[in-house]
Structures are given as structure tokens and as C-alpha cells.
């Protein structure tokens, strides 16, 4: 299956020095100037090339244009290798040889050889990640085209994607005017009712011209930030009841309460004071579903009763929280259990120990449910501190689920790519469960996942909230929090809950290194883990 991703993207071209002066270096998609001695008094790293070009001599820029001229060709080729397999079973290499490339001779002893490798290294790497996305989007695209039928739907299809990432790569170097044809031929194609995938794009579409529309001059996307602690603290009641919908017929926030409650009840064994942190109380969701499953299962249990019940909500939505307590202490009540409910108005960066009041003699867990990616940030200090704040109240459990994808790489047009391919098997899933006009999945796709596209596509700094990362990072950043990973040994429970609430066929459940991982056709979702102090 060929592919025009390297086109697209225009590493095939020739550049000269003027034709690149509008591009800026804040995407692998664009060329990068960092490794210029010349450059390294500008304070800003998305500097224009056009604002610095008289800086070179005639001799350096045609040496940095014969560089540009050799990384081209050499990713195009490599790039050429991957579009030939279907199925990515390799790691790409991009070998790059700073012997070839002559520019000691410029800079003499200012030339430092072991920081240009870095930067280039560093930069191809990205670029062979995103890479890696593109072709995987592909092959996701082509599946559900093969799917609905090929042919002429399918080339289509095919053309959809082009047409897709062609307007990301112009959105990621500000050309406006491109980015604009194509999203207008996108919106005539990119349709709500269409095939998954067109439903997918009419989100990116979305997501794209937002982006678009803050971009401005040299300053990128802006926006002033309201406090929040996830995209639901500011939903609009269409919002509200796409999620409900999303918590009733997908299995992803259930799976994730269930794994949940049984790994708290299983740290709760045998004790009669129990308390639950809860860290955004599941976005907020009404009714407080999980903690019903956890009052029913604390009743139920054998051995010795629970004397009371504590559960902590922290977040700003104080009003909607209180309802959600009242509701739980009348059920709590009619179970036999005591129960008190208590909130901590405040987000997580804000959050101490002492503002959780924990009693002697009870044990205490921490719940997160799809919440810490928010403090995720560009550095590490806010989750950091987030984590270390956790660790300071000793639980003897945290519990943590995900969505288990790569949304918060350093690069915009990464991002785009790896939450292209997440979002195509949520919509590919929402096929299998839903007929193609049903109202319930249309405002699943538009109120809700297009929301949490629209953030990871259009939103920067602390505006972009969804910054989903994989488990594998999710274990490092735990590990250097002082956490251990508590394996969940349920992969058998986990598929018996998968057939009694007859989640559809196509959800698959896998252990990975101590963690429960749902997925669509083997594409991760989201994953559930348990940590200890």
C-alpha cells in the first residue's frame, strides 16, 4: 500500500533559503535551525528563519540548504521503506551522517560536533515517531474502509486521510491560506453521519480550524486559561448527557470502576474504618456509579462488617459533588452502612495533605478515574508535586485509570497522529454497537470525544487538558515518585465482566506488566493500575 505522507509533507522538496523563511521550527514537520551557532542569541525557538537570514553568509546558507537538502532525502527514503508493510514490525532507522555534511570548515572552533548529533538525532527521532503514527493511521483508515465495502468508497477513504493530515502538516507551519482550501474541501467530506472515519475527521476538522483560528503571528496558539481541573468542569448540558451516554454504552469508564473497586475492596479486606479519596469523582459523573458498586460490595462482603465508610471528593464542582453525596448516603443507609461524605474544594496542583482530614485507625486509598493526565504538563513539577502530595497521605492503595495513548508529545503534528489513530477505534467501535443514524452515537461523538479532540488538537499550555499518556510513561513518572506497581491479577474476572454486561465482541483485555489494558481489535484504550507507597 503506497503512501504520500513524505509528499504531504513536503520533506521531497528542495528548499532554498527564501522559500523557507515562513516556516517555523517548532514541528518536525518544519525545518529546524537550532544547531546554528549564528542563532543562538534568540531568545525564542519559533523564530522565523526570515528574521535571521541575513545573519549567514552566502557560503553558510548554501551549506545549510545542501544540509536540509540531504535530511530530506534521506527521511524520504527511509520513509519509502515503511509505506511498503502493511504491518509495522520495525523500528525505523534514518542513518544520518554528520561527516557528509562538511560544516567544520564554517564554524571552527565555535563548531561543537556532539550538540548538532543531538539535535539531530533528537529531531528525526520525532520525526520517525510521527511517521510511525501516520503509517499506523493508515492502516487503521484502510481496515475501516475494507470494512464498509472499498472501491470507490474506499479511494475515498484514502483521500480523506491525505486531505486530513495534508491540512495538519499547514496548520503546524501556520499557512493559512492552504490550511483553508483544505479544510473548506474537508467539511464537504467530513461528514457526521458518514463512515467512521468521516465521522472521525468532522472532530478533526473541528479541532484544526480552532487551532487555526488562534494562531497568530509569531506567538502561536493563545487563549486566557480558566481554572479547571478536567473539560468537564465547564460542560454545557449537551455535554453532560453525551457522557452519560458514553458511561452507559461504552465499556471504558465501567471497566475502569470495576477494576477499581475491586482492587479497594480488596485493600479494605478486613478492616472496619475505611476511607476513599476520590480525585475529580470520575469528571464529575452523576449518580457517583462507582461508589454504589463499592457500598454494595462492602455490604455484601463476608467477615467483619465496615463501621463507616469516608469518602473524600476533591474538585471544584462543589455543588454538583454535595448532590452526588446526598445520593450516596441515602443508598449507603439503606445498605446498613455508615457513611459520611466530605469535599475539598481545590484542583490537584493546589491540593496538601493536611487539606484531606484523615482519622486514626482508618485506611485510606486514593481513586483517580481518567484525572491526573490533566496535570500533566509541558515540565514535570505539577505532576510531580501532585504525586508527591498523594504519597504524603500514605494510602495504602492508589488506584489509577487512564486512557492508554500518547497524547501529549512535544510535537502538535505527533499528537495528531497517535490521537488519529485512538479516536478512529473508539469511532470504529461505536459502529459495531450502534446503527449509523442513531442519535445516541451522534451525540457521543460530537458533545463528548470531539470535545476531548478538539483540546488535544487546538488547545496549548494550560488549556490543553487531555495529555493521555501510554502506561509504559506512566510507570516511570510513578516509580520516580517514590510509587510501586501493585499487579492486578484479574484478567479472568475482567473477561467475565466483559460478557456479563454483554460488552460487545471486539473488546479484547490484556495484562501488561501488572496493569489490565481494554481495548478495540488490540488497540489500547484505557489501562487500569495500583500503586503503593
Known amino acids: 500500500m503506497s503512501s504520500n505522507y513524505p509528499n504531504s509533507c513536503g520533506f521531497k522538496?528542495?528548499?532554498?533559503?527564501?522559500?523557507?523563511?515562513?516556516?517555523?521550527?517548532?514541528d518536525p514537520s518544519c525545518i529546524i535551525f537550532y544547531s546554528c551557532p549564528n542563532l543562538s542569541d534568540l531568545d525564542d525557538t519559533t523564530t522565523p528563519f526570515s528574521t535571521v537570514k541575513d545573519r549567514f553568509s552566502p557560503e553558510e546558507k548554501?551549506?545549510?540548504?545542501?544540509?536540509?537538502?540531504?535530511?530530506?532525502?534521506?527521511?524520504?527514503?527511509?520513509?519509502?521503506?515503511?509505506?511498503?508493510?502493511?504491518?509495522?514490525?520495525?523500528?525505523?532507522?534514518?542513518?544520518?551522517?554528520?561527516?557528509?555534511?562538511?560544516?567544520?570548515?564554517?564554524?571552527g572552533s565555535n563548531y561543537n560536533k556532539n550538540s548538532i548529533q543531538t539535535h539531530i538525532r533528537d529531531h528525526i527521532k520525532s520525526?520517525?515517531?510521527?511517521?510511525?503514527?501516520?503509517?499506523?493511521?493508515?492502516e487503521a483508515a484502510q481496515d475501516m474502509i475494507n470494512s464498509e465495502g472499498g472501491g470507490e468508497d474506499g479511494c475515498d477513504g484514502m483521500r480523506l486521510v491525505q486531505l486530513l493530515i495534508s491540512c495538519a502538516e499547514a496548520v503546524a507551519c501556520r499557512d493559512k491560506s492552504h490550511a483553508s482550501i483544505l479544510l473548506s474541501e474537508l467539511k464537504s467530506s467530513a461528514l457526521v453521519f458518514g463512515t467512521a472515519f468521516q465521522r472521525v475527521a468532522s472532530c478533526y476538522v473541528q479541532g484544526l480550524s480552532e487551532r487555526l483560528s488562534l494562531i497568530q503571528p509569531c506567538l502561536g496558539p493563545v487563549a486566557v486559561a480558566q481554572p479547571m481541573?478536567?473539560?468537564?468542569?465547564?460542560?454545557?448540558?449537551?455535554?453532560?448527557?453525551?457522557?452519560?451516554?458514553?458511561?452507559?454504552?461504552?465499556?471504558?469508564?465501567?471497566?475502569?470502576?470495576?477494576?477499581?473497586?475491586?482492587?479497594?475492596?480488596?485493600?479494605?479486606?478486613?478492616?472496619?474504618?475505611?476511607?476513599?479519596?476520590?480525585?475529580?469523582?470520575?469528571?464529575?459523573?452523576?449518580?457517583?456509579?462507582?461508589?454504589?458498586?463499592l457500598i454494595q460490595s462492602l455490604a455484601n462482603r463476608s467477615g467483619a462488617c465496615v463501621r463507616r465508610l469516608r469518602i473524600t471528593a476533591v474538585g471544584l464542582c462543589i455543588g454538583r459533588y454535595r448532590i452526588i453525596g446526598d445520593e450516596l448516603s441515602v443508598y449507603a443507609n439503606s445498605m446498613g452502612i455508615n457513611f459520611e461524605f466530605s469535599v475539598v474544594q481545590k484542583n490537584l496542583e493546589n491540593l496538601k495533605p493536611e487539606d484531606v482530614i484523615k482519622e486514626d485507625n482508618e485506611v485510606l486509598v486514593?481513586?483517580?478515574?481518567?484525572?491526573?493526565?490533566?496535570?500533566?504538563?509541558?515540565s514535570r513539577g505539577a505532576l510531580n508535586s501532585v504525586l508527591q502530595m498523594i504519597h504524603g497521605l500514605s494510602p495504602k492503595v492508589l488506584v489509577m485509570v487512564e486512557?492508554?495513548?500518547?497524547?501529549?508529545?512535544?510535537?502538535?503534528?505527533?499528537?495528531?497522529?497517535e490521537?488519529?489513530?485512538?479516536?478512529?477505534?473508539?469511532?470504529?467501535?461505536?459502529?459495531?454497537?450502534?446503527?449509523?443514524?442513531?442519535?445516541?452515537?451522534?451525540?457521543?461523538e460530537q458533545f463528548y470525544f470531539a470535545e476531548e479532540i478538539k483540546n488535544i488538537v487546538s488547545c496549548e499550555g494550560p488549556l490543553r487538558m487531555e495529555r493521555h499518556e501510554r502506561v509504559d510513561q506512566w510507570r516511570r513518572?510513578?516509580?520516580?515518585?517514590g510509587f510501586q506497581g501493585s499487579p492486578i491479577k484479574m484478567v479472568a474476572q475482567a473477561k467475565q465482566w466483559l460478557g456479563k454486561n454483554k460488552v460487545c465482541d471486539g473488546y479484547t483485555v490484556v495484562e501488561e506488566k501488572g496493569c489490565l489494558v481494554l481495548g478495540w481489535k488490540s488497540k489500547p484504550i484505557v489501562a487500569a493500575s495500583c500503586w503503593k507507597c
Open 13 to 26: 522538496r528542495e528548499f532554498n533559503s527564501d522559500e523557507i523563511s515562513p516556516i517555523m521550527v517548532q
Open 62 to 107: 548554501r551549506i545549510l540548504e545542501n544540509t536540509f537538502i540531504h535530511w530530506s532525502h534521506t527521511i524520504s527514503s527511509s520513509l519509502d521503506e515503511i509505506s511498503q508493510t502493511k504491518r509495522l514490525r520495525r523500528t525505523t532507522s534514518i542513518p544520518i551522517s554528520l561527516e557528509n555534511l562538511s560544516i567544520n570548515p564554517i564554524y
Open 127 to 138: 520525526c520517525s515517531q510521527m511517521y510511525r503514527a501516520a503509517e499506523a493511521v493508515e
Open 229 to 293: 481541573m478536567n473539560i468537564m468542569d465547564a460542560a454545557s448540558e449537551k455535554m453532560e448527557e453525551a457522557f452519560r451516554l458514553v458511561y452507559e454504552i461504552c465499556p471504558h469508564i465501567r471497566f475502569g470502576h470495576f477494576v477499581a473497586n475491586s482492587a479497594i475492596v480488596e485493600a479494605f479486606e478486613g478492616e472496619s474504618l475505611v476511607h476513599v479519596v476520590d480525585l475529580g469523582m470520575s469528571l464529575g459523573l452523576s449518580h457517583g456509579h462507582q461508589w454504589r458498586g
Open 366 to 378: 486514593v481513586n483517580s478515574i481518567l484525572q491526573l493526565h490533566c496535570v500533566v504538563k509541558e
Open 403 to 417: 486512557q492508554d495513548s500518547s497524547h501529549n508529545g512535544p510535537f502538535f503534528l505527533g499528537r495528531f497522529m
Open 419 to 444: 490521537s488519529l489513530h485512538y479516536y478512529s477505534a473508539i469511532f470504529d467501535s461505536l459502529d459495531a454497537m450502534l446503527p449509523k443514524y442513531d442519535t445516541k452515537r451522534a451525540k457521543m
Open 477 to 481: 513518572r510513578m516509580s520516580r515518585a
